[in-house]
């Protein structure tokens, strides 16, 4: 940057190094925003057109400009320190980037980055330490970001969609379903579960609501057709019945678990969940929950910590695979 700053951009760079370079913590005299002005633009400026800037900007009421004395009342610091974003919240933004799984190893570190410039050059250091996943669970679709984009503006618009879907084969290779042929789908909402984003919606074909996640989505397209919501479908009960992501029908279940479980299922079904202690080591729960795959494989992860009492069919299944996993380890 050569060029001779006009008044108007040298008060623009003054703005921008306070927010950079200054916080709460930390603070420049006039001298030492002259520097960091050559340094940014190769620009000389005079103590005095700084000092006009800071006063224009504190005066101004849309800048925050923070003026501090020292002791003995000689020089004076000036520092901004007004931010949209507390550091905590940051933390949280960045941990949240950082922790899922649908946003490649590359979009991460970029999205960090501009999440660091929120807040200034020196309490960005305090971010560097955030969660790490190990290598490998990142996604590697780099068209997860442009499909989320395209979903939010389809549901937005109420707008069909149609894709292609697919999933790993054991040599590790994406395979499309039903030979690449794309599905038709009315978009409804975007769910986050289990560090994964999640489209629900209404297929075509066959008018029943379905779920998809959005990594193993392929060409997303959003058509020039438009529909009406189901007036009867009611986003939030099928969120929270579907357990897992695996479809099914839906029935009360009575379930019956040792003590050292209870933070484990209010993890899992929520504050809300009927709790009845039953004996002393005990207790037993009563709620909704989608009959499925992935609910008797829940349960089998705690073994005989976990009993399943009601309904017969879920019991019956449970026995089932109870008997496959002992014959398993019987051979």
Do not use: C
Not at 28 to 53: C, F, M, P, S
Not at 67 to 96: C, M, P, W
Not at 317 to 329: D, G, H, I, P, S
């Amino acid at each position: 940057m050569n060029e001779k700053q006009s008044t108007k951009q040298r008060l623009l760079i003054i703005r921008d190094l306070l927010k950079k370079y200054t916080d709460e913590q930390n603070e420049l005299t006039i001298r030492e925003l002259v520097d960091l002005y050559y340094e940014n633009t190769e620009q000389t400026v005079g103590h005095k057109a700084i000092r006009d800037d800071l006063k224009e900007l504190a005066e101004s009421g849309l800048f925050d400009v923070i003026e501090n004395h020292e002791k003995n009342g000689v020089e004076k610091y000036y520092s901004h320190q007004t931010r949209l974003f507390e550091i905590h919240e940051l933390r949280l933004l960045i941990d949240a980037v950082s922790s899922a799984k649908f946003i490649t190893q590359t979009e991460t570190e970029n999205l960090v980055n501009k999440l660091k410039k929120l807040t200034s050059y020196h309490l960005a250091k305090q971010l560097e330490n955030r969660i790490l996943l190990p290598a490998g669970t990142k996604t590697e679709n780099k068209s997860v970001r442009n499909a989320i984009n395209s979903l939010h503006e389809a549901i937005w618009k109420q707008q069909t969609i149609q894709f292609q879907y697919g999933k790993y084969t054991i040599q590790k290779d994406f395979q499309l379903n039903r030979n690449g042929d794309y599905y038709l789908v009315k978009p409804y909402a975007l769910v986050w579960n289990n560090e994964f984003y999640y489209l629900i919606g209404e297929f075509v074909p066959e008018g029943d609501i379905r779920h998809y996640r959005i990594d193993r989505m392929r060409n997303v397209e959003v058509t020039e057709n438009t529909f009406i919501l189901d007036p009867n479908f009611n986003i939030n009960h099928y969120t929270q019945t579907l357990f897992h992501m695996y479809s099914g029908e839906e029935r009360s279940i009575e379930i019956e678990f040792v003590n050292q479980l209870l933070n484990v299922v209010i993890d899992r079904f929520g504050l809300n969940v009927n709790i009845r202690p039953h004996s002393e080591g005990t207790f037993r729960i009563t709620t909704n929950a989608v009959i499925s795959d992935g609910l008797v494989r829940w349960l089998l992860t705690w073994g005989s910590d976990a009993k399943v009492l009601t309904p017969p069919s879920l019991v019956d299944r449970m026995k089932t695979e109870a008997e496959k996993l002992y014959k398993q380890y019987q051979q």
